[in-house]
T-cell receptor
Framework: AQSVTQLGSHVSVSEGALVLLRCNYS??????LFWYVQYPNQGLQLLLK??????LVKGINGFEAEFKKSETSFHLTKPSAHMSDAAEYFC??????????FGSGTKLNVKP | GAVVSQHPSWVICKSGTSVKIECRSL??????MFWYRQFPKQSLMLMAT?????????EQGVEKDKFLINHASLTLSTLTVTSAHPEDSSFYIC????????????FGPGTRLTVT
């Protein structure tokens, strides 16, 4: 069975600090990779995706992620955290765009 | 961006009763809708995929007679939990995909179901 692991259910950073949210998948076949963000009382919103091409992908709100096949990872980063980045982040993989496998989510807290 | 709504956002029902959850795409036509279930501190698990006008395709282990899914129009899908039991208490999330989208799905805010 496919699995997506997000290390750290809660991550806390100071405003202006680097944000690093980790995501690893278990599969011998590289999947399509996604990061979603969920703000309170809202639906999941696509942050960025990797389907083909350049392995470093940029998304909205200054986030980016790098697909590393050798490490089966797709970690999400942002150079400088902002208070508005506080939310829950979900990593997801898919092989056919019909079935998505989600990680258990990481809640990001940004301290002033 | 595209908006998907769910109603109700929170529902409490008694064991043995049925409850219906609606998922609507507000500004686009959703040819495909997905229903997920999320347990506390766990990932979203796909329950079923429905295409407008067709029967839903359920994931392995999901009881189709307990979780009735109807996708009767391009903007509305419903999930009915029949004869609910406390173990059905969970967070249910729908998502919708437009006819012209390959992968992007738009998520509703979720419905929390509590069965007493």
């Amino acid at each position: 069975a496919q699995s997506v692991t997000q290390l750290g259910s809660h991550v806390s950073v100071s405003e202006g600090a680097l944000v690093l949210l980790r995501c690893n998948y278990s599969s011998s076949v590289p999947p399509y990779l996604f990061w979603y963000v969920q703000y309170p009382n809202q639906g999941l919103q696509l942050l960025l995706k990797y389907t083909t091409g350049a392995t470093l992908v940029k998304g909205i709100n200054g986030f980016e992620a790098e697909f590393k096949k050798s490490e089966t990872s797709f970690h999400l980063t942002k150079p400088s955290a902002h208070m508005s980045d506080a939310a829950e982040y979900f990593c997801a993989v898919s092989y056919n765009f019909n079935k998505f496998y989600f990680g258990s989510g990481t809640k990001l807290n940004v301290k002033p | 961006g595209a908006v998907v709504s769910q109603h109700p956002s929170w529902v409490i029902c008694k064991s043995g009763t049925s409850v219906k959850i609606e998922c609507r795409s507000l500004d686009f036509q959703a040819t495909t809708m997905f229903w997920y279930r999320q347990f506390p501190k766990q990932s979203l698990m796909l329950m079923a995929t429905s295409n407008e006008g067709s029967k839903a395709t359920y994931e392995q282990g999901v009881e189709k007679d307990k979780f009735l899914i109807n996708h009767a129009s391009l903007t509305l899908s419903t999930l009915t939990v029949t004869s609910a039991h406390p173990e059905d208490s969970s967070f249910y999330i729908c998502s919708a995909r437009s006819w012209d989208s390959t992968y992007e799905q738009y998520f509703g805010p979720g419905t929390r179901l509590t069965v007493t």
